[in-house]
């Protein structure tokens, strides 16, 4: 009796290195892509009030389909950063007296509290993290850098507010952040560094001492000395 031939072993699947799979699941999709670029223009005032642009010119610059920049487009739009004008034309939302009063007695509110929750979550490497933040601000200060010292400021504020641990507060203050951008990038352009002050180590130190009042205050104080800028800037007074 004759046996049946052995067949062969059966062929693993190659298996997807362990790299690859980390960099596929990193990656964002392209509309998150499309959003963050569009945002940080609009944050860091590449864009300023009332200055448009088109749908279609957004597709070239970031170089993908309309569908991924209809969508950021409809995010920001919600977020109060972007306004249609007609004939597929966004623009920067032009921001007036009353507008302005609003913007700023709502970051009064959300953003100390904001300071406080973190202050309750906050230990001494994340303390460091954004003393070393600071550092860098400082170092923009110094070089006359506008862009650089704003995206410091902003990446400062936000790693201490995300330490709050915020689903209400957070998306709200980022929001507000985004209207103000615009403004801020004109009041910086204009005076340049050099007379650019904060209360950065007054919230450090109190966030270090455990003092969540303090910290807040200090904030408070911090983004109060930019409104008063802006104002009188505007004659908002």
Same mark, same amino acid.
């Given at each position: 009796?004759?046996?049946?031939?052995?067949? /062969?072993?059966?062929?693993?699947? !190659?298996?997807? /290195?362990?790299?690859?799979?980390?960099?596929?699941? !990193?990656? /964002?999709? !392209?509309? &998150?892509?499309?959003?963050?670029?569009?945002?940080?223009?609009?944050?860091?005032?590449?864009?300023?009030?009332?200055?448009?642009?088109? =749908?279609?010119?957004?597709?070239?610059?970031?170089?993908?389909? +309309?569908? /991924?920049?209809?969508?950021?487009?409809?995010?920001?739009?919600?977020?109060?950063?972007?306004?249609f004008q007609g004939n597929r034309r966004i623009s920067v939302p032009r921001i007036d007296g009353a507008r302005f009063a609003e913007l700023t007695f709502a970051?009064?509110?959300?953003?100390?509290?904001?300071?406080? +929750?973190?202050?309750?979550? +906050?230990?001494?490497?994340?303390?460091?993290?954004?003393?070393?933040?600071?550092?860098?601000?400082?170092?923009?200060?110094?070089?006359?850098?506008?862009?650089?010292?704003?995206?410091?400021?902003?990446?400062?504020?936000?790693?201490?507010?995300?330490?709050?641990?915020?689903?209400?507060?957070?998306?709200?203050?980022e929001a507000l952040w985004l209207q103000f951008g615009p403004l801020y990038r004109i009041i910086s352009g204009k005076y340049g560094t050099n007379n650019l002050?904060?209360?950065?180590? &007054?919230?450090?130190?109190?966030?270090?001492?455990?003092?969540?009042?303090?910290?807040?205050?200090? =904030?408070?104080?911090?983004?109060?000395?930019?409104?008063?800028?802006?104002?009188?800037?505007?004659?908002?007074?």
């Open positions: 009796m004759f046996s049946s031939p052995a067949r /062969p072993p059966a062929k693993t699947p !190659a298996k997807t /290195p362990a790299k690859t799979l980390a960099k596929t699941a !990193a990656k /964002p999709p !392209a509309h &998150e892509t499309v959003y963050r670029r569009i945002r940080d223009k609009i944050l860091f005032g590449d864009l300023a009030p009332g200055e448009s642009v088109t =749908i279609q010119g957004l597709v070239a610059e970031c170089g993908v389909s +309309m569908t /991924p920049v209809r969508e950021a487009i409809r995010r920001l739009t919600a977020e109060g950063a972007l306004e970051r009064r509110q959300i953003e100390p509290r904001l300071v406080e +929750m973190a202050a309750k979550r +906050m230990d001494q490497a994340r303390i460091d993290a954004l003393r070393a933040i600071d550092d860098d601000l400082n170092l923009a200060i110094d070089a006359g850098d506008v862009k650089g010292y704003m995206r410091q400021n902003h990446r400062f504020h936000f790693t201490l507010y995300r330490r709050a641990d915020s689903h209400i507060l957070l998306p709200m203050a002050e904060d209360q950065h180590d &007054e919230a450090l130190l109190a966030l270090a001492a455990g003092d969540e009042k303090a910290a807040a205050r200090a =904030i408070l104080d911090d983004i109060s000395q930019g409104f008063e800028i802006v104002a009188a800037n505007f004659g908002w007074d």
